[in-house]
Nanobody, 119 residues
Framework: QVQLVESGGGLVQPGGSLRLSCAAS????????MGWYRQAPGKQRELAAG???????YYADSVKGRFTISRDSAKNTVYLQMSSLKPEDTAVYYC?????????????WGQGTLVTVSS
């Protein structure tokens, strides 16, 4: 079972930037999509950004133009670069392995990292 470890969360002022990292315990990007989800207090978890095994990316409308998802296969790490942060971006951010067809992996979640946007 692959393990995911997120890091990079913290407190940032509105308009600031943060980069989240998600390190996988093994090489999985070639056959799995990866996603960054977020869950704000009292709200459902939502997909903020995703990247397929082929490199196609997806962004929720609320983060489009401000967030960038990327990966480094040599480091087995997925990143979420967040800029122009808003208070409504405050949430726990979770990294996710989304198996694609024919992948032998199961869906996996990281432990989450808290991002707080506040002055």
């Amino acid at each position: 079972q692959v393990q995911l470890v997120e890091s990079g969360g913290g407190l940032v002022q509105p308009g600031g930037s943060l980069r989240l990292s998600c390190a996988a315990s093994e090489s999985i990007f070639s056959i799995n999509a990866m996603g960054w989800y977020r869950q704000a207090p009292g709200k459902q978890r939502e997909l903020a950004a995703g990247i397929t095994s082929g490199g196609s990316t997806y962004y929720a409308d609320s983060v489009k133009g401000r967030f960038t998802i990327s990966r480094d296969s040599a480091k087995n790490t997925v990143y979420l670069q967040m800029s122009s942060l808003k208070p409504e971006d405050t949430a726990v951010y979770y990294c996710n392995v989304k198996p694609e067809p024919n992948s032998p992996y199961l869906e996996v979640w990281g432990q989450g990292t808290l991002v707080t946007v506040s002055s």
